[in-house]
């Protein structure tokens, strides 16, 4: 992806890299480095790659995930999940990925993966959770970042009692939320509704990927049935908003209600177009949820799938709809309000750095250019 210096509206991708970002929606598997499937592929006999080219590799997996389907987008997981069936392979992609969402100024991130697509070479659930706890303390060690860690359940199988339980053991030591992900069509939350009943008698924190694929159903099913907190994309909300010849927005019951109750939208924009859930950014549903006022969240969803990081994303909403540091704070606080980190270390994460480091960017573009160009107040 070709990256150029300044977007629209006068900032630039160095500044955009510096603000502070806050991610909800981040897949292990989704993220690692070309060069680590290669060499993880060599260590541990993987054969299936197409290609041992970093590059190519890289361009294999966007290309494999730009077919405007979601189960042809997560057919491209097989090779990230075939070479992370080790200690040391969930160690090292767990740890990469900490170092690689601090250098791109993500500050808080909460990055989900299913335990029970690693065990094919004899890991158990546990072993699975503990090595990829161990890499994220490794890779934020020093950083200027902090890690929750969601364990997800495939709604496609019959293990999500099992892999509540598995969360639930881990609460204490990294793992902040359950959820569950895969092929949403065919495969209702309510088939896992024992899961959730679990975590919520135990306190615990739900998301649920609702509203990607599928549409209103499943966003209802995920917060009637299951309870659940946030929406993983729930960009399909979109459904039940109506706008009229005279441009003023209707909403219907349910987007009434997931806006009445703040429920947090865990929006992937670049995934979304890739996955035809958006036919562009530009055409993005984000624009008008953001502009209603809907809790709207930023995420990249699969970085290395979708060739994209967070700083992309917010390059890619302001060339797409203007949006300046005032959008991008408010982005990132609605981000950070909805995390499922402990309230005291949420609001020491914005007072401290976020509210600071927006205000940092916002004088210094005022500095620099004699103004600063902001919108959707």
Same mark, same amino acid.
């Given at each position: ?155 496609? !199988? *019959?293990?999500?009692? /099992?892999?509540?339980?598995?969360? #639930? +053991?881990?609460?204490? @030591?990294? &793992? ?101 859930? !958006? *036919?562009?950014?530009? /055409?993005?549903?984000?624009?008008? #949820? +953001?502009?209603?006022? @809907?809790? &709207? ?81």
């Amino acid at each position: 992806m070709a990256r150029t210096s300044n977007i629209a509206g006068g900032l630039s991708r160095a500044a955009i890299k510096r603000a502070p970002k806050v991610l909800l929606h981040d897949h292990l598997d989704g993220g690692v480095r070309p060069v680590t499937v290669i060499d993880l592929a060599s260590e541990h006999g993987y054969t299936g790659l197409p290609t041992t080219d970093p590059d190519d590799l890289a361009l294999a997996f966007t290309q494999g995930a730009s077919r405007h389907s979601l189960p042809l987008y997560l057919e491209t997981f097989t090779h990230t999940v075939g070479v992370m069936q080790h200690k040391d392979a969930l160690t090292r992609v767990a740890a990469e990925c900490a170092e690689d969402l601090a250098e791109d100024g993500v500050v808080y991130a909460e990055v989900r993966f299913a335990p029970e697509l690693h065990m094919e070479q004899g890991l158990t659930l546990d072993e699975v959770v503990e090595a990829v706890l161990d890499g994220f303390r490794i890779g934020s060690a020093g950083r200027p970042i902090t890690i929750g860690t969601l364990v997800t359940a495939m709604r496609t !199988a *019959a293990r999500s009692h /099992e892999i509540a339980e598995l969360a #639930l +053991r881990w609460r204490d @030591f990294g &793992v902040v939320g359950f959820d569950i992900a895969g092929e949403e069509k065919g495969y209702p939350p309510s088939r896992h509704l024992d899961a959730f009943e679990l975590v919520h008698r135990e306190n615990f924190h739900v998301t649920i990927h609702a509203g990607e694929a599928y549409g209103l159903p499943s966003i209802w099913e995920a917060l009637q049935v299951c309870g659940a907190e946030r929406l993983g994309h729930g960009v399909r909300i979109v459904d039940d908003i109506t706008i009229g010849d005279d441009g003023e927005a209707r909403l219907g019951l349910l987007a009434s209600f997931v806006r009445d109750r703040r429920i947090p939208l865990e929006l992937c924009p670049t995934s979304n177009v890739h996955t035809s859930a !958006a *036919a562009s950014i530009a /055409e993005h549903p984000i624009g008008l #949820l +953001r502009r209603l006022r @809907f809790r &709207v969240t930023v995420n990249t969803d699969n970085r290395l799938m979708s060739d994209v990081t967070m700083s992309d994303e917010f390059a890619n909403l302001a060339e797409a709809f203007g949006y300046g540091w005032y959008d991008f704070e408010w982005l990132t606080l609605n981000a950070m309000k909805s995390a499922f980190w402990p309230f005291d270390q949420r609001l020491k994460i914005i007072d401290t750095v976020i509210k600071p480091g927006y205000a940092s960017l916002q004088h210094s573009e005022v500095g620099s250019s004699g103004g600063l160009t902001v919108s959707g107040r």
